[in-house]
């Protein structure tokens, strides 16, 4: 009987030591931070956040293939890019901020928070150039997967 109540002990001690070390050790990969007073949730935010995404590269997108293959811009598309870009673009820069608070990161942004919102202004950018040359417009179409492939990368690697 007491030799098993000491072995049960000494097992739930290690498995403390254990979970202090892990916590001691673990990348700092913050986990989201949900206060009961939380309006909008971590996960919320997030999902705002690519759909701000979403609605920007589809107007980058529409406007450089659209550009790329000879249209020329004209009242209704001026109007649908320009909405889903304005409205994305502002979306997705509020809520990446929200994620940010979520992550109880707004006390100094980390390296790749900064990155981040470089690129997100390269994006915002990037209306200006369709409908200004047929080549520039075939490049852009062909860089916009890539630049959200390093939105991805920044926010899932956390690299510095
Ligand atoms: C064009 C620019 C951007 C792209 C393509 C982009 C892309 C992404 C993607 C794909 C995710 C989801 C990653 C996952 O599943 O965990 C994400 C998460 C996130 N993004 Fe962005 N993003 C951009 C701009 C921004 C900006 C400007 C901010 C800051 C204001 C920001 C802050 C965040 C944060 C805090 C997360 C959550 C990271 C986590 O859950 O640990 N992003 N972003």
Redesign the pocket.
């Given at each position: 009987m007491q030799q098993t109540q000491c072995s049960r002990r000494s097992a739930a001690d290690a498995v403390q030591q254990t979970l202090a070390d892990v916590e001691q050790t673990a990348p700092c990969?913050?986990a989201?931070t949900e206060r009961a007073s939380s309006v909008i949730s971590?996960a919320t935010y997030?999902i705002l956040?690519?759909f701000g995404?979403f609605m920007?590269f589809t107007a980058l997108g529409g406007a450089s293939v659209h550009a790329a293959s000879g249209g020329e811009r004209s009242a209704s598309s001026r109007r649908i890019v320009g909405i889903l870009h304005g409205v994305g673009a502002t979306l997705?820069?509020v809520a990446?901020?929200g994620?940010?608070a979520r992550?109880d990161?707004t006390a100094g942004l980390p390296g790749w928070?900064l990155a981040?919102?470089a690129?997100?202004l390269i994006?915002v950018g990037l209306i200006v150039l369709p409908y200004r040359s047929k080549s520039a417009a075939t490049a852009m179409a062909y860089a916009l997967p890539v630049?959200?492939l390093?939105?991805?990368y920044?926010?899932?690697g956390?690299p510095f």
């Open positions: 990969n913050p989201p971590y997030k956040h690519l995404l920007m997705s820069l990446g901020f994620v940010l992550l990161l928070v981040k919102l690129l997100w994006v630049l959200g390093i939105g991805a920044l926010a899932i956390k």
